[in-house]
């Protein structure tokens, strides 16, 4: 179990691959791709925050993603086609509690890639990284009650359900509900072990 994060994992930025993809740091060309998933309103759509309208508001979030990191604030990885890098996604940890080896985790993909299995090889490759080498000890997503989608992906990795807070978010002029999930490290070993 673990009980302290490995702090160690911020020494230099932790580049995964998969079979298809690899999850890399931010670089400044990535900012045009991340435009365009936060100023999509597909992409957006179970998001619950402002569309991007601007492409300086993208670079300012790749900028702030890369300082989370050198601040060991959190880690944001972009989701890229191992063949040619360009980005795909992202998908990133952060609002880390330390003390309490817990993270919370965002992702998204460009509408374009859905369908394709890319978001399934991230968390199969990204979620053992985040128990076994950064020593969290558990994950939280909170997610959109009408992000069907979403719901099944965390299922599929044994996330539970653990809160349905009603209206307890107000966004665009009227209240939403959160859903809150989350994976403990064991569940996670005892769902994928054989």
């Given at each position: 179990?673990?009980?302290?994060i490995n702090?160690?994992?911020?020494?230099s930025f932790?580049?995964l691959q998969?079979?298809?993809l690899v999850?890399?740091?931010y670089?400044p060309e990535?900012?045009?791709?991340?435009?365009?998933i936060?100023s999509g309103?597909?992409?957006?759509?179970f998001?619950?925050?402002?569309?991007?309208?601007?492409?300086?508001?993208?670079?300012?979030l790749?900028?702030?993603?890369?300082d989370?990191?050198?601040?060991?604030?959190g880690?944001?990885?972009?989701?890229a086609?191992h063949?040619?890098?360009k980005m795909?996604?992202?998908?990133?940890v952060?609002r880390?509690?330390?003390?309490h080896c817990?993270?919370e985790i965002?992702?998204?993909l460009?509408?374009?890639?859905?369908?394709k299995?890319?978001?399934k090889?991230?968390f199969a490759t990204?979620?053992?990284?985040?128990f076994s080498?950064f020593h969290?000890?558990?994950?939280?997503?909170n997610?959109?009650?009408?992000?069907?989608?979403?719901?099944s992906?965390?299922?599929?990795?044994?996330f539970?359900?653990e809160a349905?807070?009603?209206?307890?978010?107000f966004?665009?002029g009227?209240?939403?509900?959160?859903?809150?999930?989350?994976?403990?490290?064991?569940r996670?070993i005892?769902?994928?072990?054989?």
């Amino acid at each position: 179990m673990n009980t302290s994060i490995n702090f160690k994992v911020f020494d230099s930025f932790p580049v995964l691959q998969s079979k298809r993809l690899v999850f890399r740091e931010y670089q400044p060309e990535d900012a045009m791709v991340l435009f365009k998933i936060r100023s999509g309103y597909e992409e957006m759509k179970f998001m619950d925050c402002h569309l991007l309208k601007e492409l300086k508001e993208a670079q300012e979030l790749v900028e702030q993603s890369s300082d989370s990191f050198y601040q060991k604030k959190g880690i944001n990885w972009i989701i890229a086609d191992h063949l040619d890098n360009k980005m795909l996604g992202y998908f990133g940890v952060w609002r880390l509690m330390a003390d309490h080896c817990r993270g919370e985790i965002g992702y998204a993909l460009a509408s374009e890639n859905w369908g394709k299995g890319y978001m399934k090889e991230t968390f199969a490759t990204i979620i053992p990284f985040l128990f076994s080498s950064f020593h969290l000890h558990s994950l939280e997503a909170n997610i959109n009650q009408d992000n069907k989608v979403s719901q099944s992906l965390l299922e599929s990795f044994n996330f539970m359900k653990e809160a349905h807070f009603h209206e307890n978010y107000f966004f665009e002029g009227k209240f939403v509900d959160s859903i809150i999930y989350s994976l403990l490290e064991d569940r996670f070993i005892d769902a994928n072990s054989d």
